[in-house]
C-alpha cells in the first residue's frame, strides 16, 4: 500500500511541474548568428552520386534512366541571383534502354548557369536591365565562370563578349526613370 501511495504521489508531482520549451524564434536566431546567415551572400557545395533523367523511361514501367555522377559542384550567388551547376556524368545502365539521353558514350560535362535579369531590384538601386547586366557580369567576373555564350528566359542568344562591351559602354552610368 505504501508503494502505491508513493508511485501516486511521483505521479501527481511529475504531472504538476509545467515543462516549457525553448523559444523557437529565440533558437533559430541564435544559430543564425552563430552561423553568419545574415550575411550570407553565395554559397557552394560539392558531392557524387547518381542522377536520372525525370519522365524519360524506356518504357512506362521502367524506372528513370540512371546516370553516374564522379563529381559535381553547384554555386549559388543570393545577391544577383544567379547560380552555377557544374556537373559530370556517365552512363550507368548497362545496357543502356534508350531514352534520357541514352546510350551515353564516355563523359558528358553539363554547365548550367542561370541568372535573373528581371528580378525586382533591391530598395535604392537603379531599375532597369542594365544594372542587372552588370550585376550578372560581375557575378561571372567574381566566380571565375567561363562563359561563351547566355541564353536568357526573356531575350536573344547573346556572346559573352557582347555582354562585355555593353558593360563597358554603358556600365552604371545609365540611369533609367519610371
Known amino acids: 500500500m505504501k508503494k502505491s501511495a508513493f508511485l501516486l504521489f511521483v505521479a501527481v508531482v511529475c504531472g504538476s511541474i509545467q515543462l516549457r ?5 529565440a533558437s533559430l536566431e541564435a544559430a543564425s548568428a552563430a552561423l553568419g546567415a545574415g550575411n550570407l551572400r553565395s554559397i557552394e557545395f560539392s558531392g557524387r552520386g547518381f542522377d536520372y533523367i525525370f519522365g524519360q523511361p524506356y ?25 552555377r ?8 545502365e548497362n545496357p543502356p534502354l534508350g531514352g534520357g539521353f541514352q546510350p ?13 535579369s528581371w528580378t ?22 567574381r566566380l571565375n565562370l567561363n562563359v561563351d555564350q547566355v541564353v536568357p528566359f526573356h531575350g536573344r542568344l547573346t556572346s559573352f563578349d557582347e555582354i562585355r562591351q555593353a558593360v563597358q559602354t554603358y556600365g552604371k552610368t545609365q540611369y533609367w526613370t519610371n
Open 21 to 25: 520549451g525553448q523559444d523557437a524564434k
Open 120 to 141: 525586382p531590384p533591391a530598395p535604392g538601386d537603379v531599375p532597369g536591365a542594365v544594372v542587372n547586366l552588370v550585376n550578372f557580369f560581375e557575378v561571372v567576373q
Open 85 to 92: 551547376d557544374d556537373r559530370r556524368r556517365h552512363q550507368f
Open 59 to 83: 518504357d512506362v514501367s521502367a524506372p528513370w534512366p540512371t546516370f553516374a555522377v564522379p563529381a559535381m559542384t553547384v554555386a549559388i550567388e543570393y545577391a544577383t541571383p544567379a547560380i
Open 104 to 116: 551515353l558514350t564516355g563523359e558528358l560535362r553539363q554547365i548550367l548557369i542561370e541568372a535573373d
